[in-house]
């Protein structure tokens, strides 16, 4: 029973930590940000992003881990229809969180490397559409995971 409470809320806290430092960034450092001209905001996005996303990449194998741990431990069949809405949210998030690193992050990296700050700021923008995205299905998966056994 120990493991199965360690694993769950090592599950709760990556989850906490993506979609927490995603409500972050989206609601108080991009508004926050705006007030700058566009170099030092552009490269400003681009520090914090790059420590941020490193985090997320832990949070993902994290999820995946103790995520499955969780079902392994007690059987697939075992758990409710939430569980298995979270899994797919979860594998969206994962698969857009990948896209959103291999495409504009790369791009947005290039871009304020070589100081094209309109071509920066498409991707930065790209790059908020993703979050935004990733926001709402994190914030459900995490509804669903609070509640959901009582649904």
Same mark, same amino acid.
């Given at each position: 029973?120990?493991?199965?409470?360690?694993?769950?809320? @090592?599950?709760?806290?990556?989850?906490?930590?993506?979609?927490?430092?995603?409500?972050?960034?989206?609601?108080?450092?991009?508004?926050?940000?705006?007030?700058?001209?566009?170099?030092? *905001?552009?490269?400003?996005?681009?520090?914090?992003?790059? /420590?941020?996303? *490193?985090?997320?990449?832990?949070?993902?194998?994290?999820?995946?881990?103790?995520?499955?741990?969780?079902?392994?431990? /007690?059987?697939?069949?075992?758990?409710?229809?939430?569980?298995?809405?979270?899994?797919?949210?979860?594998?969206?998030?994962?698969?857009?969180?990948?896209?959103?690193?291999?495409?504009?992050? *790369?791009?947005?990296? *290039?871009?304020?490397?070589?100081?094209?700050?309109?071509?920066?700021?498409?991707?930065?923008?790209?790059? /908020?559409? !993703?979050?935004? !995205?990733?926001?709402?299905?994190?914030?459900?998966?995490? @509804? @669903?995971?609070?509640?959901? /056994?009582? @649904?």
């Amino acid at each position: 029973m120990a493991t199965m409470g360690t694993l769950v809320a @090592l599950h709760a806290l990556a989850a906490a930590i993506w979609v927490g430092g995603m409500a972050f960034a989206h609601f108080c450092l991009r508004p926050a940000a705006r007030s700058f001209d566009p170099p030092v *905001r552009l490269r400003l996005m681009t520090s914090v992003l790059d /420590r941020f996303f *490193r985090f997320v990449w832990g949070a993902i194998a994290l999820l995946l881990l103790t995520g499955y741990g969780i079902l392994a431990m /007690r059987g697939f069949d075992t758990f409710g229809l939430y569980v298995h809405l979270m899994q797919a949210a979860g594998i969206v998030m994962m698969l857009l969180f990948a896209h959103l690193w291999f495409a504009p992050w *790369r791009r947005l990296q *290039r871009a304020v490397g070589d100081a094209d700050w309109p071509a920066a700021a498409r991707q930065l923008d790209q790059i /908020r559409q !993703i979050v935004a !995205i990733n926001l709402m299905l994190g914030t459900a998966t995490v @509804l @669903l995971g609070a509640g959901g /056994r009582w @649904l």
